[in-house]
């Protein structure tokens, strides 16, 4: 747990700089839609939601790279940024997108398991050296 603790900087920060590629789907929704989850939606409400859904995304990782940086704000951000995942993660598994979204899928439900092994150990009263 040691190493969780003594690297939870640079764990978050690349979880946070990895996050934000998300802004793709602010960019090009479309194309976010396909390479994600392999389909597309059409019209121009479908690109208002997506982008909207792409920025909070994006929000979602300057949130953990500002926590990289300060210690005091990352049992708040890793609570709320696992929560999130988690519940994506399952509505990608609920409506049968893994195949298309294993990646994201992986990626996401292992940095859910270092945000609460961290939570955890912290909680439990290690202290972070980060």
């Avoid at 609570?79 to 298309?100: E, M, P, R, W």
Wanted: charged share 10%; glycine share 8%.
């Amino acid at each position: 747990m040691n190493l969780i603790i003594n690297n939870m900087k640079w764990i978050i920060l690349v979880s946070g700089v990895l996050t934000c590629t998300m802004l793709y789907a602010v960019i090009s929704p479309q194309a976010a839609l396909l390479t994600t989850f392999g389909e597309t939606l059409a019209g121009p409400l479908a690109d208002m939601v997506v982008r909207s859904w792409g920025a909070l995304i994006v929000l979602m990782g300057i949130m953990l790279i500002y926590a990289a940086y300060k210690p005091m704000y990352r049992q708040l951000v890793l609570t709320v940024a696992g929560i999130s995942k988690l519940f994506f993660i399952s509505l990608i598994l609920a409506y049968g997108y893994g195949q298309h979204a294993m990646l994201t899928v992986l990626f996401d439900g292992f940095m859910v398991l270092i945000y609460f092994s961290y939570l955890i150990t912290v909680r439990g009263g290690e202290s972070d050296k980060s």
